[in-house]
């Protein structure tokens, strides 16, 4: 149980164009989903933290109008990188916390973006 | 302010030993620890956590914690290594956040385990 499922895996995109990242909770719903990024070898950045239904709360110096975090349903939330510029090139990984307060968090495969 | 140290960017260890990754906490509260470990491109994989009770937690792959609250320590421990242990290890503390909380992360601690 307790799977999180991200997509694309692997995306390459020119510069300046926009790519959506999806995040999905597989067989549970999910209140809270979080938005990291990850540099080689590094650890884990908190971008933002999106409550289904009302909007993301961004870390500071996250640009939230670049990095769109969008928590639909229970089960799916999305980040768009727009405007995608090279040192946007990163590993991108989500992760959801269940509604039952396990305290858990479970953790996407993550994506590796390329801007070229 | 509150933050998660791991002092060794890596830890080299030969199989069949023991291992230990360190990880110290510095929150207000009582602090709620995690262990987790990451393979190449791969997203993060619990392997245990401490809430409360025991001060030892036992977790997956044979991994077991020792939560220290005079020393802030809760590393991260292993009898026996194997070759396939070898990935990064992260420690975490939950931090109270907007409507529930979030995890800092330590830096990691890259473990390699040799035959």
Redesign the interface.
Known sequence: GAVVSQHPSRVICKSGTSVKIECRSLDFQATTMFWYRQFPKKSLMLMATSNEGSKATYEQGVEKDKFLINHASLTLSTLTVTSAHPEDSSFYICSARTTGGGYEQYFGPGTRLTVT | AQSVAQPEDQVNVAEGNPLTVKCTYSVSGNP?L?W?VQYP??????LL?Y?TGDNLVKGSYGFEAEFNKSQTSFHLKKPSALVSDSA?Y?CAV?VY????????????T?LSVKP
């Open positions: 709620y995690f987790y491109n791969r997203g993060l994989q619990f956590k809430i990064l992260f939950r956040y907007n409507q529930g909380g979030k995890l800092i992360f330590g830096q990691g890259e």
